[in-house]
């Protein structure tokens, strides 16, 4: 009876030692299991703010340059940049050009209150990376698929225009004497003008 006894007793104690064992390992597992988590969890913020930089960079492109997006009303734009526009005197509200201090080698038409195109200085990027004083051969070399037509009046010159997807809006290169003499861009009809407004 006695061996009975002491063998039912030893088996409930291995019984609860094995029962008292996996509680030991279950806080490490998690532990295990969140550690390979933590890391693409910083790793991701880091690489945010390089993907958003290019859409706030200075680079001219058919949607508009900076803050300031093409279809923007005047308003809206002096806003985004933080500081009111440099208007002409008299402004007309129908057609005028604007600066901006802190773009200040851009020209910005201004039709009916709405920013539609842009004019550009030597030394402004723009996303065809083209520059001006760049030979049309260069241009062509670089973007064969690119429009080019016959200059309104230099009969030796030429517009390369560079649409954007929807063709709504566009970059548009003037060529004479085989060099870029200018850039612009925005939305049609507007960065097609041959002439500016004053």
């Known amino acids: 009876m006695q061996k009975i006894l002491l ?3 030893f088996a409930l104690l291995s019984a609860c030692s094995e029962r ?3 509680p030991a390992t279950s806080p490490q597992e998690p532990a295990a299991t969140t550690a390979p988590a933590a890391p693409p969890a910083v790793a991701m913020p880091e690489n945010a703010p390089a993907t958003a930089a290019p859409t706030t960079s200075n680079v001219l492109s058919a949607e508009g340059i900076g803050k300031i997006r093409f279809g923007m009303t005047l308003a809206q734009a002096e806003q985004a940049v933080g500081a009111k526009a440099e208007r ?3 402004f007309d509200p129908a057609c005028s050009m604007v600066r901006f201090a802190a773009l200040p080698k851009l020209r910005f038409m201004v039709e009916s209150d709405k920013v539609t195109r842009a004019d550009a200085e030597v030394g402004v990027e723009n996303a065809v990376g083209v520059a001006i004083g760049d030979t ?3 241009v ?3 973007h064969p698929a690119a429009e080019v037509s016959t200059h309104k009046y230099d009969k030796n010159g030429h517009y390369v225009t560079f649409p954007s997807a929807d063709g709504r809006a566009a970059i548009i290169l003037e060529e004479s004497g085989g060099k870029v003499t200018k850039v612009r861009a925005g939305l049609q009809p507007a960065v ?7």
């Open 88 to 90: 002409p005197t008299p």
């Open 192 to 198: 097609a003008y041959v002439e500016t407004c004053g």
């Open 20 to 22: 008292a064992a996996p």
């Open 136 to 138: 049309l051969d260069k």
């Open 140 to 142: 062509r070399e670089k």
């Open 7 to 9: 063998i039912g007793a």
